[in-house]
């Protein structure tokens, strides 16, 4: 049987999950399942993650959870073409900016991103600010890194741009939502904000298998 990838549509983790896959060209069952049905309550789910979020990999007997570690299992399993370099150097950069980003960066995309989706903005105002902040100065580092090199780990796509690009196209889209418009974010159009980041985006979005990872519902949506 193909591995499985449980997923969200939507979930900027669980993306990378999927992106992964696509890219690197694996063969793999899509499970989308549904977060307003409490797909990921049931027992089985939480079987195979006590924590019920996904993403989830599961390949025969094997269950992998965490975005990064399936990331690392997909590229074992599937060695070519490396997502997590072929010099230890290189593996070392690609997690180092992918722990740094999940570390340091993805808490305060979350606190920014949530209460636009979730019409939460007036009470979560204060929050939202610190968050914009620290969301910008995230940005002008990537901004910075990406000026110098065409991916964020050097000359070639690594699981360091997947790791960040799923936050990178939430915020967008969170951006873009009236509910964003009290907030002043000064994002958009982000190839006039932001033009080295705007571009590793078209390549990104212009990669083989990239149309397959792209959540569903914002499809629907367009
Ligand atoms: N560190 C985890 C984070 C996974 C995560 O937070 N997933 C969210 C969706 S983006 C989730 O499943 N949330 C469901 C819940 O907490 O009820 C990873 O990288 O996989």
């Known amino acids: 049987m193909a591995l499985e990838i449980f997923w969200f549509s939507g979930s900027g983790f669980a993306w990378r999950a ?3 896959a696509e890219l690197k060209g694996v063969p793999y069952t899509s499970r989308l399942i549904e977060a307003s049905a409490g797909d990921h309550r049931t027992p089985e789910f939480l079987a195979m993650n006590p924590r019920g979020k996904v993403p989830v990999l599961r390949d025969g007997d094997v269950v992998v959870t965490e975005s990064m570690a399936i990331l690392a299992y997909l590229d074992r399993r599937f060695p070519e073409p490396p997502l997590f ?4 150097e290189e593996t070392a950069r690609i997690w180092r900016i992918a722990l740094d980003f999940d570390n340091n960066a993805a808490h305060h ?5 949530l209460p636009i989706f979730f019409g939460r903005v007036a009470e979560r105002r204060e929050q939202m600010d ?3 902040e620290a ?5 002008a580092a990537l901004e910075a890194t990406l000026s110098r090199s065409t991916w ?3 000359d070639t796509l690594s699981a360091a741009d997947i790791a960040v ?3 990178i196209e939430v915020l967008l889209r969170a951006a873009g939502k009236p509910e964003a418009q009290p907030l002043d974010l000064r994002l958009l159009p982000f190839e006039k904000t932001h033009p080295a980041l ?4 078209q390549r990104i979005q212009a990669l083989p298998g990239y149309d397959g990872a792209y959540p569903p519902h914002w499809r629907e949506a367009a």
């Open 109 to 113: 995309f979350t606190d920014l991103i």
């Open 130 to 132: 610190a968050a914009l």
């Open 135 to 139: 969301v910008r100065d995230e940005l």
């Open 85 to 88: 370099g072929r010099t230890e």
């Open 198 to 201: 705007a571009a590793w985006r």
């Open 165 to 167: 690009y799923p936050s």
């Open 18 to 20: 999927v992106l992964a």
């Open 152 to 154: 964020l780990a050097g």
